[in-house]
Nanobody, 116 residues
């Protein structure tokens, strides 16, 4: 059974940085596409960043140049380095995985709060 566990969220002042981590269990991690999504209260869940099994990355427009997604296949980990955080980045951040067979799974989320 695939399980995703996020960590690294917290409270930070505007302009600060945080690094989110996602630990994935189960087999086939290296062949999986991974991503981070976020959802703020009253808003739809949106894509923050994604990374393919081959390491190709994609970012939401609002985070380009500030956030970096990466993965370590040896450790079954995905990371999201967030720099120059803004109050509008405040949200619950979720790790997402799509296996090579198309099966999708979500983590439980980690809260990021950016104060002005």
């Amino acid at each position: 059974q695939v399980q995703l566990v996020e960590s690294g969220g917290g409270l930070v002042q505007a302009g600060g940085s945080l690094r989110l981590l996602c630990a994935a269990s189960g087999s086939g991690f290296s062949a999986s596409a991974m991503a981070w999504y976020r959802q703020a209260p009253g808003k739809q869940r949106e894509l923050v960043a994604s990374i393919t099994s081959g390491g190709i990355t994609n970012y939401g427009e609002s985070v380009k140049g500030r956030f970096t997604i990466s993965r370590d296949n040896a450790k079954n980990m995905v990371y999201l380095q967030m720099n120059n955080l803004k109050p509008e980045d405040t949200a619950a951040y979720y790790c997402w995985r799509r296996s090579q067979w198309g099966y999708e799974s979500w983590g439980q989320g980690t809260q990021v709060t950016v104060s002005s």
